[in-house]
């Protein structure tokens, strides 16, 4: 049989893989098996333009090169099982499919409560489906309760805000999205939300579900038409078992994004937990937009020398993180790893207020490893930037 | 090759002018400005603008 590179996985990081490999010059047959009945498709939307009804489910599909349309594309297929040894992978109607190169870009699934009570009115927002169907449930004077008050809950909340719903936040940490930009930035964004009518329950954790409400920890039943779980994901990598592998977050590589003792292997995009000498040489999985073009550039190389039989590329991997969200009329865009920080250190503007362009730096050991910019306009955006990529 | 921007969809978030600043560049509006037909040998700085558009609205045509 000719020579055969198969992608588990069709989001952006199994799409962007499948180009790179063409572009690094594999011209041999590529198979893509996905989950999800769609191809490949740009996330952040969901919970913005699409949740809000302002962009169709046929708006977010990702721009194919042309380079792949000979890619077999096997999409609402599942790899249920992988024989690494054996250079196989098995799908979930029961066919095997053997290869020659293996790229793991299966990504994330939501994280759900793990609490007592009815499933009915409980939604998550992963993918293109689940958000068609929360849109469907929000409506005026609607009880909406989100649960997580990250970057998904919070772009959650303000969307159904738009949409007229009466939005209360439940977070069990002080603060909403302290984790990745700190306590006085999460602050201000907390005041946007509550003038926009929004109420946050903060250091509060949901421990039941009952008909049509949430049970808080404080003994408190908060109302709920609706309830959004979004606290976070959990790396889909059962498949992977038995092969040996660290699959204790995501699949651990090397910094040319190969997984452990097998050279045809490699990882992309959310499920891969790779180091990133920009920073330290920690392996870490990072759910930022950018990391899934950024590891299939390198991962693809990686691949393709090896199944070509040529020398690997000498040159260090050091992605530069970046990320943004749309809460309301405020744009926030974050370069590097805030979330390394120990010290943040004000550019611009008037963090408590919020008004005008706001710029914060992340110090880590007095070097900036991140920044967030809130309202500054994208003229702007090369310069700070340039802040954390020239340390 | 010619570059079409869906002026719909953009959202002048600048990732292109980051990725292929001779083609793409944000005015002091914080507007996109972009050249619609630019050379030949700038094909992978603008197919690398076009895959990292937030919001997808970079077209190739040819």
Not at chain 1, 124 to 141: I, K, N, S, Y
Request: aromatic share 4%; with cysteine.
């Amino acid at each position: 049989m000719a020579a055969h590179v198969v992608v588990a996985g069709a989001g952006m990081a199994g799409l962007r893989a499948a180009e790179r490999l063409r572009a690094e010059g594999w011209d041999g047959a590529v198979t893509v098996v996905g989950a999800e009945p769609h191809p490949p498709y740009n996330r952040p939307p969901l919970s913005k333009e699409v949740l809000a009804g302002r962009a169709d489910a046929g708006a977010t599909a990702l721009r194919r090169r042309g380079s792949v349309e000979d890619v077999c594309w096997e999409l609402g297929r599942r790899v249920v099982a992988a024989s690494l040894a054996d250079r196989a992978l098995t799908l979930d109607d029961g066919r095997r499919l053997a290869y020659d190169g293996l790229v793991v870009a299966t990504g994330l699934r939501p994280r759900r409560l793990a609490v007592p009570g009815p499933a009915a009115g409980r939604h998550v927002l992963r993918t293109l489906d689940d958000a068609l169907a929360l849109r469907a449930e929000l409506a005026p004077g609607r009880r909406v309760v989100v649960v997580g008050a990250g970057f998904v809950g919070c772009e959650v909340a303000a969307t159904a805000r738009g949409h007229g719903c009466r939005v209360t936040v439940v977070e069990p940490l002080p603060v909403p999205m302290e984790r990745a930009i700190g306590p006085e930035l999460g602050e201000a964004l907390r005041r946007r939300h509550e003038e926009r009518g929004v109420r946050f329950l903060t250091g509060r954790a949901v421990t039941a579900f009952a008909p049509g409400a949430v049970v808080l920890d404080d003994g408190r039943t908060v109302p709920a038409d609706v309830v959004v779980e979004a606290i976070g994901s959990v790396p889909n990598v059962e498949w992977l078992d038995g092969n040996g592998l660290d699959l204790s977050d995501g699949v651990l590589c090397d910094d040319r994004m190969r997984v452990e003792g097998r050279p045809e292997v490699v990882a992309v995009g959310d499920v891969a937990r790779f180091p990133n000498p920009r920073y330290d040489d920690v392996p870490r999985r990072v759910e930022h937009w950018c990391v899934p073009a950024d590891t299939a550039r390198r991962a693809a190389a990686t691949l393709a020398a090896h199944l070509a039989g040529r020398p690997l590329d000498d040159a260090p991997f050091a992605p530069l993180p970046s990320f943004w969200s749309d809460q309301y009329d405020l744009r926030l865009q974050s370069f590097g790893m805030p979330a390394l920080g120990d010290r943040r250190v004000p550019l611009e503007g008037d963090a408590h207020a919020l008004t005008g362009g706001v710029a914060m730096a992340y110090h880590r050991d007095d070097r900036p490893v991140g920044v967030v910019l809130i309202g500054v306009p994208a003229s702007r955006h090369r310069h700070y930037r340039e802040l954390v990529t020239a340390s | 090759m010619k570059v079409t921007v869906d002026l719909d969809k953009c959202q002048d978030h600048g990732q292109c002018a980051i990725a292929a600043p001779e083609v793409f560049r944000i005015n002091d509006e914080g507007r996109l400005e972009f050249d619609d037909a630019p050379a030949e040998e700038l094909r992978d700085a603008v197919e690398e603008a076009a895959d990292v558009c937030p919001v997808q609205a970079i077209l190739i045509e040819d």
